[in-house]
């Protein structure tokens, strides 16, 4: 969950995780589609951006998972993450097209509250990639639980808030896939313990004066 992940988590602009801006080709039969289809609204094309930014920390996230972890469950759980959410990317980059946006902006936080949700996932991410074994386990799958119930909170509004129709529809399509990652993150806490207990403690730097 940009999960700002899962929800899974919160959409993310991270300094660990670069995420390019989607540059599908142009050919005729796009260009075609793309004027019978109209311009996106303003509104429209910020949620397009959230979605890629969700998509490419869920992609980052998955692979993570499956270089850092030793349990079969996680490890394939993070296959899943970078499949379902690639080709999610796939869908929006050819809607995008057909729509007349060359190009997937990257997302930027408007409010001091986002800014501080990708402040605060960052300090997770580095601390993730420190941890190892069931450590690393239990940190990601709370992250992963966190992250897609809070995108799911936000696609209901983003349902809501879209005025494509087809937008809409795709929202309503992502929905279950969200709600399946966070599902089958609380399936493998509870076969793992370990992973089901509270994180670690995160190690913030201390401050200097």
Do not use: C, W
């Not at 902006?105 to 069931?134: F, V, Y």
């Amino acid at each position: 969950m940009k999960l700002r992940a899962l929800a899974i988590i919160t959409a993310f602009a991270l300094p660990t995780l670069a995420i390019a801006d989607t540059k599908p080709p142009t050919t005729a039969s796009d260009k075609a589609a793309s004027d019978k289809a109209g311009k996106l609204s303003a509104d429209d094309a910020k949620i397009i951006s959230h979605l890629h930014h969700v998509n490419q920390m869920e992609i980052d996230l998955g692979k993570i998972a499956q270089q850092k972890t030793t349990t079969a469950g996680v490890k394939t759980y993070g296959q899943t993450l970078v499949d379902d959410h690639q080709s999610a990317d796939k869908d929006l980059a050819a809607f995008a097209r057909k729509h007349g946006l060359a190009a997937i902006p990257g997302e930027k936080p408007a409010t001091d509250a986002e800014r501080q949700d990708d402040k605060d996932m960052t300090t997770q991410l580095i601390h993730l990639k420190t941890l190892k074994g069931s450590e690393f386990d239990a940190a990601f799958l709370n992250m992963m639980v966190s992250g897609h119930d809070k995108e799911l909170a936000k696609i209901d509004v983003s349902i809501g808030a879209a005025t494509d129709p087809e937008l809409q529809t795709m929202l309503k399509s992502v929905k279950p896939v969200l709600q399946r990652h966070s599902d089958q993150a609380r399936d493998l806490q509870k076969a793992s313990p370990q992973a089901s207990a509270d994180p670690p403690a995160l190690k913030l730097p201390s401050s200097t004066n």
